[in-house]
């Protein structure tokens, strides 16, 4: 990543902080800048979290880690990361019409992790996103060794988790992550 291109990322990562404060009450940019300029692989998954479709935001800070909580709040789910079955087991799994990736790949490959479902419904507390499509989630290991996914999204003022085949695949559903600065 070139210097003017990190100079743009941050500049749209602090336009983004300040049109959303109720994303980060309390928050400081300053300090956040700070956190995302020490480590260039930070700017290059936000950059590559933003290319995808994902604007990611602060939405929470951890005392006992001391690390600020990046996650995408796009209204719907990141457009480039639709259409994915969950897991590479799932990807291989699928002999007709596989999907092009997977989402725990695709989170890998960008520096992100995707949400549990305890942090998608903290970032539904601070932003109401996926009206129209629908996420994966982190799925325990008991559900995902039956060869199912979880994925989540919000329908009349609720939020919904559900289970699918890991190889399922939608051109509405794909998955948002987090990054951890």
């Known amino acids: 990543m070139t210097d003017n291109n990190q100079e743009e990322m941050v500049s749209l990562l602090a336009e983004r902080f300040d049109a959303n404060m109720h994303r980060h009450e309390g928050m400081e940019w300053e300090v956040v800048r700070e956190r995302i300029t020490r480590d260039p692989k930070h700017l290059l998954a936000l950059r590559t979290m933003e290319d995808t479709g994902g604007e990611p935001d602060v939405i929470g800070y951890d005392e006992t880690s001391d690390t600020y909580t990046f996650v995408d709040c796009s209204k719907e789910s ?16 699928r002999k007709k019409f596989p999907p092009k990736h997977n989402a725990i790949d695709a989170a ?37 060794e039956r060869g199912g996914a979880l994925f ?12 699918n085949g890991a190889e399922s695949y939608y051109g509405a559903r794909g998955f948002r992550g987090k990054l951890n600065v």
């Not at 990141?78 to 799994?93: H, I, M, T």
């Open 78 to 93: 990141p457009k480039g990361r639709r259409s994915a079955c969950y897991d590479k087991q799932a990807l291989e799994s």
């Open 108 to 144: 890998a490959e960008i520096g992100i992790t995707i949400l549990t479902e305890e942090e998608y419904r903290a970032l539904q507390q601070v932003e109401v996103v996926d009206t129209k499509t629908s996420s994966w989630i982190h799925t325990p290991a008991d559900i995902r």
């Open 152 to 163: 989540a999204d919000y329908r009349y003022g609720h939020v919904f988790i559900y289970h």
